[in-house]
Structures are given as structure tokens and as C-alpha cells.
């Protein structure tokens, strides 16, 4: 059975309200699915109470996996970790900034599926999409020692990271998280300059344990740049129930054209000129 995952911690409204939109899309794309569940993991439980899904409280671990708030997106990774450990079945992490499209759990489950590489069969992990390699020039030189893969050093000609608005794994990659943990936490005083160290640290993992990854993009929309994210927080606004337990699904999805994007920033750049000055 594949777990779906999604995390809210902190207590903003606006990514609360993303999460109810990807939710929701996630949740018409499932149906009556009988291999797949919702979990959130969460530091408000009580917030979800109404709703569909498994609810699972991370109040008591925020503090220790942000390591004392020094790196906040360290939380994705210990919570993939955790929800392994706990249910001992595929999980699929979804960032709240996302819309499922139809054919997503299709998608999802034949690519998590073992594939052979150099006549070896590997389980895949799924992520979004690739994204560049030599990710962190001004890494170069650095070096640490990880639980399960030993020595590591950065590798300007090799390293490479991949998008984690999506994390599918399998109860086999276990080690790959712990290690994926350990090397954040080797970088984390550099966190400053790299705010994607969990995906950095994550496709790091996974390349040095020549793991296959499986893109995920065309059923998967991950809008995380500042112009699309003001475009879908007044789609959300206009197609979403004030009524926090109303999941009833929108009559149109967002559809994420350029042009309504361009427009609509340009619209908001315009009307919220002067903001600023106001205050």
C-alpha cells in the first residue's frame, strides 16, 4: 500500500491553504484507490481532525529535526524517514505547492517499481524532475563521513540534485535517508547559501548508492517560483470553501498558463505598488 504524505509545521495560513489545494486534487486523482492512503504529519493535529487522513502529530520532534530551527527543511527528510520506519510501506512525500493531474497515481506507482540497473534490480526513488549538476560550486573540497555510505567529498564534476517537491520511496531506502540526514547535518552551519540542502542532500544519496531515480512531471505541477506562487494564491482564494473542512473539489483546476501567470502578476505588481509605502 503507498503512503502519501504531506507536511505542515509552523502554522502559516497561506501554506496551509496550498496544502488543502493539493490535497484535495490528490484525493479526486485517488478515488476509491484501495493500495494508497493520506497521512499529514503535522504540529497542529487538531486541525485536521475532520478530514480523511491519517493525522500524525510531529509537535514533539519539530525542535529536534530542524536541529533547533537552523534548518527548517530538514523536517521533509526525518519526516519521509519516520513514516518509513512507521509503517514499514512505500511512501510518496508531496509538497504543499503542488497540483496532482490525472494519471498521477498511476504514474507514481509504476515508478517506484524495482528496475535493473547494471543487471542488478533496484528499487526505484521517485523525485520531481532534474534539476542541475554541480549544484554548490563553493562546496568544492568539502568532505564528511556518512553512516552507511563512509567517506564522502563534493564532486564538482559529478554531483548533481534533483527537485523534491515529490520523494517516493520504499522501506529499502531507509539507509538512503539516514544518510541524506547525516550530510545535511555535516553542512548545515552553511545552510545560509544553500537553501535546498535537502534535496542537494537527498540526490546525493541516492547518485552515490546508484539508485535509479524516476521523474515525475508530467501528472505533478510544482509551482514553488515566486510569480507562480501569487498566481495560485488567488486561484486558491477564488475556487476553495472559506470552511476549512469543506474539501469539495473546485469546479475548474488551475491550469497554470504563462500568460495568466504574466498577467496576473502584472495585475498584482500594479495594485500592490505602493503597499510598502502605506504601512
Not at 525542535?63 to 511512501?91: C, E, F, M, N
Not at 560550486?137 to 556518512?146: C, D, Q, S
Not at 540526490?203 to 552515490?208: D, F, G, I, Q, T
Request: net charge positive.
Amino acid at each position: 500500500m503507498l503512503h502519501y504524505l504531506y507536511l505542515d509545521y509552523g502554522g502559516l495560513a497561506k501554506y496551509r491553504r496550498e496544502l488543502k489545494y493539493s490535497l484535495i486534487s490528490l484525493g479526486q486523482e485517488m478515488g476509491a484507490q484501495p493500495d494508497a492512503r493520506i497521512a499529514v504529519y503535522t504540529d497542529a493535529p487538531g486541525l485536521y481532525a475532520n478530514w480523511p487522513v491519517e493525522v500524525v502529530d510531529i509537535g514533539p520532534y519539530v525542535q529536534d529535526w530542524s536541529r533547533g530551527g537552523l534548518y527548517p527543511h530538514r523536517i521533509k527528510p526525518a519526516v519521509v524517514l519516520a513514516a518509513l520506519t512507521r509503517v514499514a510501506a512505500p511512501g510518496c512525500f508531496v509538497d504543499s505547492d503542488t497540483i496532482i493531474r490525472p494519471g498521477f497515481h498511476a504514474e507514481v506507482t509504476t515508478k517506484m517499481a524495482p528496475q535493473e540497473v547494471w543487471s542488478v534490480t533496484k528499487t526505484a526513488l521517485a523525485m520531481n524532475r532534474f534539476e542541475l549538476m554541480n549544484p554548490f560550486p563553493p562546496l568544492k573540497g568539502f568532505r564528511t563521513v556518512l553512516p552507511h555510505l563512509g567517506r564522502y567529498r563534493y564532486d564538482r564534476a559529478g554531483s548533481w540534485m534533483f527537485n523534491s517537491g515529490l520523494i517516493g520511496v520504499s522501506p529499502v531506502h531507509v539507509p538512503i535517508l539516514e544518510d541524506t540526514l547525516a550530510l545535511i547535518d555535516a553542512l548545515i552551519g552553511r545552510a545560509r547559501k544553500f537553501p535546498t540542502l535537502e534535496q542537494f542532500a537527498l540526490s546525493e544519496a541516492v547518485r552515490l548508492n546508484q539508485i535509479p531515480v524516476a521523474e515525475v512531471r508530467d501528472t505533478f505541477v510544482h509551482y514553488w517560483q515566486g510569480r507562480r506562487r501569487i498566481y495560485m494564491a488567488n486561484e486558491i482564494e477564488k475556487s476553495l470553501s472559506p470552511d476549512w473542512d469543506d474539501l469539495t473539489p473546485p469546479k475548474q483546476w488551475a491550469q497554470m498558463n504563462y500568460w495568466a501567470v504574466r498577467a496576473y502578476n502584472y495585475w498584482y505588481g500594479v495594485t500592490h505598488m505602493f503597499e510598502g509605502w502605506r504601512r
